[in-house]
Nanobody
Framework: QVQLVESGGGLVQDGGSLRLSCAASGRTFSTYVMGWFRQAPGKEREFVAAISANAVSTYYSDSVRGRFTISRENGKNTVYLQMTSLKPEDTAVYYC???????????????WGQGTQITVSS
């Protein structure tokens, strides 16, 4: 069993930046694809970004590409999401997810964090 704990959420102004962290328990973190998803009020959860186990490959949704950067430190069992040029439409609960055979597919991830709220004010 893997536990994921997100941190770094909060309130930020339009155009601001934040970095989310997701700390994972267990010894197999370095073998997992890791992903970030988000869910805005009244909307379905959507893919944001993912990173391969060895960090060679990264994946982004069109809405965040060029503004968000996903990275990982396997020695610290942690994945990050650096968010810049934030917009009000980025407001959502952001979830960390682990272990998937398809990085962009929500249903394939086996483990999920509890989520952290990001609010971007205009």
């Amino acid at each position: 069993q893997v536990q994921l704990v997100e941190s770094g959420g909060g309130l930020v102004q339009d155009g601001g930046s934040l970095r989310l962290s997701c700390a994972a328990s267990g010894r197999t973190f370095s073998t997992y694809v890791m992903g970030w998803f988000r869910q805005a009020p009244g909307k379905e959860r959507e893919f944001v970004a993912a990173i391969s186990a060895n960090a060679v490959s990264t994946y982004y949704s069109d809405s965040v590409r060029g503004r968000f950067t996903i990275s990982r430190e396997n020695g610290k069992n942690t994945v990050y999401l650096q968010m810049t040029s934030l917009k009000p439409e980025d407001t959502a609960v952001y979830y960390c997810a682990a272990d998937s055979s398809l990085p962009r597919s929500e249903v394939r991830y086996k483990y999920w964090g509890q989520g952290t709220q990001i609010t971007v004010s205009s």
